[in-house]
T-cell receptor, first 114, second 111 residues
Framework: EPEVTQTPSHQVTQMGQEVILRCVPI?????FYWYRQILGQKVEFLVS????????KSEIFDDQFSVERPDGSNFTLKIRSTKLEDSAMYFC????????????FGPGTRLTVT | QKEVEQDPGPLSVPEGAIVSLNCTYS??????FMWYRQYSRKGPELLMY????GNKEDGRFTAQVDKSSKYISLFIRDSQPSDSATYLC???????????FGKGTRLSVIA
């Protein structure tokens, strides 16, 4: 069964460094999302992406964040200058065009900022 | 008032019990209601979705939505130790809009 994959599974970085989190959505899906989950808290929406552009973003998704679909399979989230409070699990999700409400999540990347 | 509220538990039940998990919400625009299961340090796994009000059944799982009360439920029949996980409700207004999650209910099914 197709699934969303994410790399790396765990990333440790120092405050102020740039990180890129990578996702490979399910191949025939066209809607892509990033969510994050701080330990013990709710899963929170960051950004959605469709047709090579951002369709919606939350207040969390400020100028430090960017997303890109550099080729036909990858979807990336970049954090330009990480802060301690960026430490969280980051989940990529994708959904098909005909059932856009069905969002399938990847296993997540655990980001630790020290 | 928080947009989606879910009792975090933990909820502990014996194997074979019927489990009832619930969420309330405040935004009357929500039309799509999802239940996800999340194992520790893993991604949410889509279990079921319901559009608008009504019931939906899938094996041992039944999802119910009462839009008039802004209340959704997930029932698990004949619960198994493998059902032990955190169950997240999530909802959205339109099909391709962001999901708003509850905090999740941690369930333990004891053999």
């Amino acid at each position: 069964e197709p699934e969303v994959t994410q790399t790396p599974s765990h990333q440790v970085t120092q405050m102020g460094q740039e990180v890129i989190l990578r996702c490979v959505p399910i191949s025939n899906h066209l809607y892509f999302y990033w969510y994050r989950q701080i330990l013990g808290q709710k899963v929170e929406f960051l950004v959605s992406f469709y047709n090579n552009e951002i369709s919606e973003k939350s207040e969390i998704f400020d100028d430090q964040f960017s997303v890109e679909r550099p080729d036909g399979s990858n979807f990336t989230l970049k954090i330009r200058s990480t802060k301690l409070e960026d430490s969280a699990m980051y989940f990529c999700a994708s959904s098909p065009t005909d059932r856009a409400y069905e969002q399938y999540f990847g296993p997540g990347t655990r980001l630790t900022v020290t | 008032q928080k947009e989606v509220e879910q009792d975090p538990g933990p909820l502990s039940v014996p194997e074979g019990a019927i489990v009832s998990l619930n969420c309330t919400y405040s935004n009357s625009a929500f039309q799509y209601f999802m239940w996800y299961r999340q194992y520790s340090r893993k991604g949410p796994e889509l279990l079921m979705y319901t559009y608008s009000s009504g019931n939906k059944e899938d094996g041992r799982f039944t999802a119910q939505v009462d839009k008039s009360s802004k209340y959704i439920s997930l029932f698990i029949r004949d619960s198994q130790p493998s059902d032990s996980a955190t169950y997240l409700c999530a909802m959205s207004a339109y099909g391709n809009t962001p999901l708003v999650f509850g905090k999740g209910t941690r369930l333990s099914v004891i053999a």
